[in-house]
């Protein structure tokens, strides 16, 4: 199994749920930009479930070195790389800020995910499960670079499985919407709205046993994004959302 963003407290939780259920893999590839907390969670697999693993850097603000990934291989990727940043209020016209929200959660991204699609093709056989998000479904200004980025995002992954459904290989499109996570600490987030990592890896878990296409980890936010979307655009403009 191969983990991007496996630093992600969803990405742990799902490792740990599908570990639980009594899968193992001959190697499970931990890819992340924070090696050391990573290698923490890896000697905790080791040690509860007798998982091998392999911590490798991947900083998508750097040069990636495909050369070093190509010993990377799976039938399984799962991917929970995303960058929130500043807030539209506080980074709107900050373009460092702008840039790395946009590298992350999409132009930086899509290079390593093409990889590894590749690898899937060329074998006949895999599912890639990424992490999108409900704020691609429709620009808003409380944080359309973030949305914007997701959007295409979305828009990439559905093309992909399109492209892929031929090649028996499979991709799930995961649109969490508030999640309980130290990239949302301290937001003001509704419980309610609110799944926590585990609700949302135990949601993927079952998507994935199902070959979902898409998958909205607290139903209500499917009802909630088709109103947002459906709202028509000369009152949308006027809306503080």
Same mark, same amino acid.
């Given at each position: 199994m191969? =983990? #991007?963003?496996?630093?992600? %407290? =969803?990405?742990?939780?799902f490792v740990e749920k599908i570990l639980s259920e009594g899968k193992r893999y001959e190697m499970l590839y931990l890819l992340t930009s924070d090696? %050391?907390? /990573?290698?923490? *969670?890896?000697?905790?697999?080791e040690v509860k479930y007798l998982q091998q693993s392999k911590v490798m850097e991947l900083d998508l603000m750097n040069s990636v070195d495909f050369l070093e990934l190509e010993s990377v291989d799976s039938d399984l990727l799962f991917c929970a790389t995303g960058y929130l940043g500043m807030s539209v209020e506080d980074g709107l016209y900050n373009l460092k800020n702008t840039e790395k929200i946009i590298s992350i959660n999409y132009s930086k991204l899509v290079p390593v995910l093409n990889f590894f699609a590749k690898k899937m093709e060329e074998r006949r056989?895999?599912?890639?499960? =990424?992490?999108?998000?409900?704020?691609?479904?429709?620009?808003?200004?409380?944080? *359309?670079? $973030?949305?914007?980025?997701k959007a295409g995002l979305?828009? $990439?992954?559905?093309?992909?499985?399109?492209? #892929? *459904?031929?090649?028996?290989?499979? =991709?799930? /499109?995961?649109?969490?919407? *508030?999640?309980?996570?130290?990239?949302? %600490?301290?937001?003001?987030?509704?419980?309610? #709205?609110?799944?926590?990592p585990k609700q949302?890896?135990?949601?993927? $878990?079952k998507g994935y046993k199902r070959q979902k296409n898409e998958i909205y980890v607290l139903p209500i936010w499917w009802a909630i994004m088709l109103i947002i979307r459906n709202i028509p655009e000369f009152i949308f403009k006027k809306l503080k959302l």
């Amino acid at each position: 199994m191969i =983990v #991007l963003g496996s630093n992600s %407290e =969803v990405a742990q939780a799902f490792v740990e749920k599908i570990l639980s259920e009594g899968k193992r893999y001959e190697m499970l590839y931990l890819l992340t930009s924070d090696a %050391e907390s /990573t290698k923490r *969670f890896a000697q905790h697999i080791e040690v509860k479930y007798l998982q091998q693993s392999k911590v490798m850097e991947l900083d998508l603000m750097n040069s990636v070195d495909f050369l070093e990934l190509e010993s990377v291989d799976s039938d399984l990727l799962f991917c929970a790389t995303g960058y929130l940043g500043m807030s539209v209020e506080d980074g709107l016209y900050n373009l460092k800020n702008t840039e790395k929200i946009i590298s992350i959660n999409y132009s930086k991204l899509v290079p390593v995910l093409n990889f590894f699609a590749k690898k899937m093709e060329e074998r006949r056989n895999g599912t890639m499960i =990424v992490l999108s998000s409900v704020a691609g479904d429709r620009g808003r200004q409380s944080n *359309f670079i $973030y949305g914007s980025a997701k959007a295409g995002l979305t828009a $990439y992954l559905g093309g992909l499985r399109n492209y #892929l *459904f031929d090649k028996k290989v499979h =991709v799930i /499109t995961v649109k969490p919407g *508030f999640m309980d996570t130290k990239m949302t %600490e301290g937001m003001p987030l509704n419980p309610k #709205l609110t799944a926590s990592p585990k609700q949302a890896a135990n949601c993927i $878990y079952k998507g994935y046993k199902r070959q979902k296409n898409e998958i909205y980890v607290l139903p209500i936010w499917w009802a909630i994004m088709l109103i947002i979307r459906n709202i028509p655009e000369f009152i949308f403009k006027k809306l503080k959302l």
